[in-house]
């Protein structure tokens, strides 16, 4: 089955604590990316990948890393989260033929 | 980055009513997109516009890709209670994908009364 898998699903940290949220894609896209959702404000891009080893920021990079190893594998990485990095997060890819974006079902994540 | 205002912000009906939502923008878009989005999932294309004045359906969706290229309309038909969601307009400048992904609108909530 095509999807977009992202890991964990819910998590609580707290302030500086280093955390990476994975996003694993099955269907060979070329383009991946993050965004955060909040209430609102809909979806707001962080990072962006065209390709291995291409990434670029997005409108709110502030606060993320990203790395782009692998095809499949698009990591987010919060190297001392704040309060205001609490989110939804959202991995989203799609190849490089089409506009259509296929989402992951999200991670929680809360930064006390 | 650019803006996608999007409205409404939330809308509660009696089921079986119809429902319209819109998006424009500042700047003109070559696709347009739209998207929902259930609790606690990702969101889910529904439909793709690709040229100004297209008129596209899926069930009771309809959506329609403005003639200026800088709005975008959704209209759900005789609504049921699993209409309830977020719906979310998305735009992009580029027609075949190149560059940098999506913008996307601030959302309207759903809810839809049995």
């Known amino acids: 089955e095509a999807q977009v898998t992202q890991n964990p699903r819910y998590l609580i940290t707290v302030t500086g604590k280093k955390l990476t949220v994975t996003c694993s894609q099955n269907?060979?896209?070329?383009?991946m990316s993050w965004y955060r959702q909040d209430p609102g404000l809909g979806l707001r891009q962080i990072y962006y990948s065209m390709n291995v080893e291409v990434t670029d920021k997005g409108d709110v990079p502030e606060g993320y890393k990203v790395s782009r190893k692998e095809k499949r594998n698009f990591p987010l990485i919060l190297e001392s989260p704040s309060p205001n990095q609490t989110s939804l997060y959202f991995c989203?890819?799609?190849?490089?033929?089409?506009?259509?974006?296929?989402f992951g079902q999200g991670t929680r994540l809360t930064v006390v | 980055g650019q803006q996608l205002n999007q409205s409404p912000q939330s809308m509660f009906i009696q089921e079986g009513e119809d429902v319209s939502m819109n998006c424009t923008s500042s700047?003109?878009?070559?696709?347009w997109l739209w998207y929902k989005q259930d609790p606690g999932e990702g969101p889910v294309l529904l439909i793709a516009?690709?040229?100004?004045?297209e008129l596209t359906s899926n069930g009771r969706l309809t959506a329609q890709f403005g003639i200026t290229r800088k709005d975008s309309f959704l209209n759900i038909s005789a609504s049921i209670p699993s209409d309830v969601g977020i719906y979310f307009c998305a735009g992009s400048p580029f027609s075949n994908n190149a560059g940098n992904m999506l913008t996307f609108g601030g959302g309207t909530r759903l809810m839809v009364k049995p």
């Open positions: 700047s003109i878009f070559n696709t």
């Open positions: 989203a890819s799609r190849d490089n033929l089409n506009t259509e974006a296929f």
């Open positions: 516009l690709y040229k100004a004045g």
């Open positions: 269907m060979n896209h070329e383009y």
